[in-house]
């Protein structure tokens, strides 16, 4: 691995909104692996000084910090509120245009 001159990493990673950020601390304490920060030069809710930064080498992508923060200030990628709210959707409501795979087999055969 050290041989390497990149590594590759997973797409799964938290991603701070620092707007939204409130610098109350519960990603910071509920990490697992230590990853997020309090960063002082990054503006947070009402350009405060001290938002939450996550490096996205090290997160493992397990989603702790995105479910609990209370301003709602990170998601994680690939998995944002807009992409499962559009999964349950179509779950629930499939497009008109949806051929379940049982159709699609009976198409082809
Ligand atoms: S939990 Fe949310 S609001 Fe609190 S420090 Fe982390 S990112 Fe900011
Ligand atoms: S997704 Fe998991 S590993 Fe990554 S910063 Fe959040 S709590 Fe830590």
Redesign the pocket.
């Known amino acids: 691995m050290l041989s390497r001159e990149t590594l590759s990493g997973g797409g799964r ?2 991603v701070v909104d620092a707007q939204l950020c409130t610098g109350c601390l519960t ?1 910071v304490r ?7 920060k309090i960063h002082p030069s990054l503006a947070g809710a009402g350009n405060i000084m001290g938002a939450a930064y ?1 490096e996205a080498a090290i ?8 479910a609990e923060c209370p301003a709602r200030a ?1 998601q ?1 990628a690939h998995y944002t509120d807009a992409q499962m709210e559009a999964k349950v959707t179509a779950l629930v409501e499939p497009p008109a245009d949806f051929i379940p795979l049982a159709g699609i087999v009976e198409v082809n055969s």
Do not use: K, R, Y
């Open positions: 990673v938290a990603c509920i990490c697992p692996f230590g990853v997020p996550v997160c493992q992508g397990c989603g702790l910090c995105a990170i994680l």
